[in-house]
Structure formats: C-alpha cells, structure tokens
C-alpha cells in the first residue's frame, strides 16, 4: 500500500495550509479574525452578522488576496484592538489600505479602513462589504436608514432576489433573537444589497459603490478614501440553554418522502476520449444519464464520436447541453449539431439548449422584452431531436437565470449550473454553499413551477466564467475563487460536498441532477492535468468522491427517506431504500469532529463504512475500500472526522 500524504493533500488536495483564524471576545462579543477580516460575529454565542470584510477586487471581479503586515492584536476582558497594513496589488497596480478593528463588551463594534492607491488602480469594487447569513434571517424583518435620513421597513427576501432588494443604504436594524437586534452602520459611501443566494453564497451582501454606476472604474493614485462599519446591539435576550461545547447532532430518519433524483455525470468534450481510455477504473460507476457539453463555437464531430464512446463505456445514456453561436438562425446551428451526432451514432435522450450571449454575465435590472427568439430556439430543437426531451434555462448560474429567465412554456425541464467558489474560496465559504440549495431549488420552482429541474454541473470549480477572461488561473492549486480546478475536488471536503449537494437536491425534489464528471477538473479518478495533482500524480489512482459518487449514482430513482438533521450546517444526511434495506449517508462538512446519534432506523443490524484519513489510501486503490471497511456498528452513536463521510446500511 502506498505512503499516506500529508493530512492537507488529504483533506484539501493542496499543501496550501488554510487560512488561521483567531477568536477575538470582549464580554458577549466574539469575531473570528481572519485574513485581516471578520466572520462569525456573534453576541452570547448567536450569529449577528456573518462577516465584515475590506475587499479589493479587479476589474474582472476576482479578489485580491492581501499582504498584510504590522498586525497586532491587543485583548483585555471588556476590549478588543487589531490593527494592520495591507497591500493589494497584480504587478501593474497598487492599492494600500491601513485597517482598525475595536470591539467593547458593551455590544460595540467598529471596523475602518482608510486607503490609498500608490497608483492609478482600476477596480470593480474596492471598500467594505457586510454579510448577514441566511438561516434565521430570510424572510425576517429588517429596517433600513436610508443615505438621506428616510426610516423604511422591509424585509430580508425569502425568494431570491435577481436584483438589489435593498438600495441606499446607510444602516440595517434587525432581531438577532427575541429581545435582542443590531444595528449595522456603514459610512463613507452609498451602500446597497445583493442577495447572494444567486451563486449559492449563505448570506445576503451589503456592499459599496452602486452597481449603477460605472463599473470597472479607476481610483486616482494618492486619492485617499475611508471607510468603516459599525455595530450596534441593543436588549436582552433570554439566557441560552445548554452547556458548553458543541453538542451531539441528532439524524432523524423518517417516513418515504419522494425519490432520488436521478444522478447523471457531466463530461466536457474536451475530456471524451480521455475518459473512455480510462473506463477500466471508472467500473462500478453507474450514472443514469452521461450529459455532454458541446459548444458549436468550438467542438465538431469528434465530440459526439467521444460522447457516444464515453457513454457506450459506462453503459448509460446519453443527454446534451448544447451551446449555439448564436440565435440568428437556431434551426440551421440545430441541424448541423444533430447531423454530427447522427454520424457518429449518439442518440441524446434529453437535449438541453443555449445561445452563446447568456453565458455571459447578466446586469441587474435589464429588461428583456421580446424573448420570441427562444420560442423559435426551441422550436428549432424539437424539429432537429424529435426523438428527445427539450431542456433550457440557462447553462451558467442561478443568477443568469432569475436575471434572465427564459419561456418556459416551451421547455420539458430547466436547466442552471452552480459553483462554489463565485465570491470567496475558503474552506468554511465553499461549505456553506449546501445550506444555500434549498432556497435556489424553492426559488427555481418559483419561476417555472412544475417543470422538471435539471440542477447543475454542480461543481467547486467553475466550468467557465459570466464575467469575462474565462476562469481564474489556479497553476499552484491551491484556493482560488473562479478558477476550474479547485484541489479540494480531490479531498475529503469535496467527496463531504458533494454527498451534501446530493442530499440538498433530493430534499428539494430535484428531479435530475449533474454531479461529478469522470476525470479533469471535475473528475473523481486522477489524469494528468496542466496543474500538479500532489500525491495522485506519483500514485494515481480515485478521489474520495469517486466513493461517494458510486453510492450516489446506485441510488438514483430509488425510495428516498426523510431526514431531519439538528445541525444541517454541520452535518447533511440522505437515506434511501434498497433491495437490502435502508442505506444512510452522513457527511461532516466541517473541519473538526462531529458525533451523530441516529434516530429512526428500526431494528436490524447496522454496519458502518467510513471514508476519512485512515480510508483515504485504500480508497485511492480500491474501488470496493468502503466494502471492505465495513464494520458492524456500535450503538446508535458516529463519530465523524473532519470531513468524513461514512455510509451505514441497515437490515
């Protein structure tokens, strides 16, 4: 057996250590600093507000990472102080910026930021955004002080957002838990909201400069601008119950709730005939549908040939994702793609559709009139595949989507792509994004009601990019937002986030899912790609999501359980019906130990498989390892690493 990495390549696919955070408290005050910046504000242990940062972003809306010197920290009982310099800057640009953090035991506290570009500096966003979370807030009450002194009573949306919910803002005043509200103020300049569910971000985002304005823009060098955010609590709650520590998570397993959905592979024509050369380690993989990516901009006949091969492999059928140049002439661009498909025999059950223009980003607030050229694009469809189903929506983010939604009288189901990594590429960021599922599938069937939904590729990584210059470049691979080839496809957190994308879409009664794609930068087995792969490069082999994958894609169309999980953020669970029993799946999606105790199982013996660093080798090698690490269960306790995933079979 072959030598284990290191406990990062296992858990993360990079070296690249993540990111140190430090709890600041001043009485019933805490925030965790990281990176210069502030999460997790919480007062007696509740959430407040999920984040403030200072963010400095390019003129293609990536973030810079920020050099940070002369960091000090001072804490008392009653006070915390942190000050540093930060450096933003790409070679041709430099913007400094000098940050003061202060929090009192009195529920106060300010962040400011006074900076200075040493040069011309072209930016999309450069100042302070605030993140208020999710859970608990959706739909609540919040009050907004307008810039010009106007009080107005609203609410944090329920339903995503495709536009600025909240506008011109200078405070947000809202309950943390009963008896118990903040006020958020932020100064130096017009702030308004996003809702970031669009991209599957946990949080609704406060942030600077007006979208209607000019963007990129140039902030003059030697131009200084300051900035901060102040927060405010008022009352007092009642006392919280329960010691300290993190307590056990209960997994309630209940009656038959529907079914999974069906779980198919995507594969980018790029990669076809690489993935039919590998289809000796891709056995035991059974996908229902295999969804081929095709755009005539680009791909020609070799592609359906390795589409059709690919498929042929993995003994599935085949569906399309379909990119037209244009929609000057949807029914000529449809013959030509249904010519070469017929050439090379590849038969498509499903054929989704797309014009080229909306896989670009699409402004907030654009009116779209006259969409009668998607009527005749799906006509055209139809006409040129009479033999499959027609799909369309949109083959970027939900965002494109609830900005520019389609017709969808003419569609037999919709269709989005998500990312994880569209804002911030942390650990805790691309985690968070499993509890965001629910509101973008409720929010889909806002729009198109009944139809079937088709979610995904759903991926860590972005397939390509709505903001121009393609995906970010990631040739260390390590956490960069916007990029393809996020490592951690090749850890544990991904194969945690994938079962817990799973489980969210099957909760949400998805009815077809794209999850996974056989190598590349989706992949779940290793081939050799333009980036270093550590440890796979030397000894090859599957990714931990290639376990979980297998079990997904078994249980496609099967009956599904309910299942109600006490920390959903924490832990995410799917259980489903098999000719043997019931199989339950749990992942931690967090970095430290989590203990389940599972309810509702009925009798039966139950036997526990873990996938975690001890199973991470034998993984790699084995594609019956979780079989084999198989072992009876002892009691109704699990204890999950960080990460983990473990599969439990009962009957």
């Known amino acids: 057996m072959a030598e284990a990495p290191s406990r990062g390549i296992m858990l993360f696919g990079t070296e690249e250590p993540p990111a140190e955070t430090r709890l600041l408290k001043a009485g019933p005050l805490s925030a965790e600093l990281d990176a210069g910046n502030l999460r997790y504000i919480r007062h007696d242990g509740r959430e407040a507000i999920r984040a403030i940062s200072y963010v400095v972003r390019d003129r293609y809306w990536g973030t810079f990472n920020p050099e940070i010197r002369d960091l000090a920290v001072e804490e008392t009982g009653d006070r ?73 009573e609203t609410r944090f949306p329920e339903v995503i957002d495709p536009v600025q919910p909240i506008m011109n803002i200078r405070a947000l005043t809202h309950d943390v838990a009963p008896g118990l509200e903040v006020t958020c103020t932020m100064l130096g300049d017009t702030f308004e909201m996003e809702d970031q569910r669009n991209w599957t971000d946990a949080s609704y985002k406060t942030y600077v400069r007006p979208l209607g304005l000019p963007h990129p823009f140039t902030l003059e060098a030697g131009k200084t601008i300051e900035q901060a955010v102040e927060l405010r609590f008022e009352g007092t709650p009642p006392p919280r119950t329960g010691g300290a520590g993190t307590p056990e998570i209960t997994v309630a397993v209940g009656a038959e709730a529907g079914r999974v959905p069906r779980i198919g592979m995507g594969l980018e024509w790029q990669s076809a005939d690489a993935a039919t050369a590998r289809a000796g380690q891709l056995a035991g993989l059974h996908p229902a549908f295999l969804s081929g990516y095709f755009d005539a901009r680009h791909a020609g006949a070799e592609a359906m040939e390795g589409f ?257 999980v006490s920390a959903p953020r924490e832990v995410q669970a799917l259980a489903f019906e098999t000719g043997a029993g019931l199989e339950l799946w749990l992942a931690n999606l967090m970095g430290e130990e989590r203990r389940v105790r599972l309810e509702g199982l009925g009798g039966g013996t139950m036997r526990v498989a873990m996938l975690d660093e001890g199973s991470f080798v034998a993984g790699a090698g084995d594609p019956d390892a979780l079989d084999g690490a198989e072992r009876p269960a002892n009691g109704d306790r699990i204890d999950l690493r960080p990460y983990a995933v473990a599969r439990c079979r009962v009957g």
């Not at 990631?474 to 916007?482: D, E, L, Q, S, W």
């Open 80 to 152: 915390f102080t942190v000050t540093y310099t930060a450096t933003c800057g790409d070679g041709q640009q430099r913007f400094v910026y000098r940050a003061r953090i202060t929090g009192s035991a009195d529920g106060t506290l300010r962040f400011e930021g006074i900076g200075t570009p040493e040069t011309d500096f072209l930016t999309n966003r450069t100042g302070f955004v605030v993140l208020h979370g999710v859970e608990g807030i959706s739909g609540r009450a919040v009050e907004v002080s307008e810039v010009g002194g106007e009080v107005v």
């Open 308 to 564: 059709r091969t690919a498929a042929d492999a993995l003994g599935c059928e085949l569906a399309l994702e379909a990119v037209l140049p244009d929609l000057d002439d949807p029914g000529a661009a449809l013959r030509s793609i249904a010519d070469l498909a017929n050439a090379a025999g590849a038969r498509f059950a499903s054929v989704a559709v797309s014009p080229a223009e909306d896989l670009g980003f699409v402004i907030p607030g654009t009116v779209f009139g006259d969409m009668s050229a998607y009527h005749a694009l799906y006509a055209a469809a139809r006409e040129a595949f009479p033999d499959s189903a027609i799909g369309g929506g949109n083959f970027m983010y939900f965002t494109e989507l609830n900005r520019k939604p389609p017709p969808f009288e003419g569609l037999d189901f919709v269709i989005h792509s998500t990312c994880a990594i569209v804002h911030a590429a942390d650990d805790r960021s691309v985690t968070e994004t499993v509890e965001t599922l629910p509101y973008v599938i409720r929010s889909g069937r806002s729009m198109f009601g009944g139809k079937p939904y088709r979610l995904g590729p759903v991926g860590i990584g972005t397939r390509t990019s709505p903001f121009g210059g393609g995906p970010a470049p990631n040739p260390h691979g390590g956490r960069v937002a916007m990029c393809r080839n996020d490592p951690r496809q090749r850890g544990l957190l991904g194969a945690a986030w994938h079962l817990g994308v799973a489980a969210r879409a099957a909760e949400g009664g998805v009815d077809s899912l794209i999850l996974g794609a056989p190598i590349g930068d989706f992949g779940l087995l290793h081939h050799p790609g333009d980036a270093p792969q550590p440890w796979f490069d030397d000894h090859g082999g599957r990714f931990p999501v290639w376990h979980v994958m297998r079990g997904m894609y078994d249980a496609s169309g099967r009956a599904r359980r309910a299942t109600e």
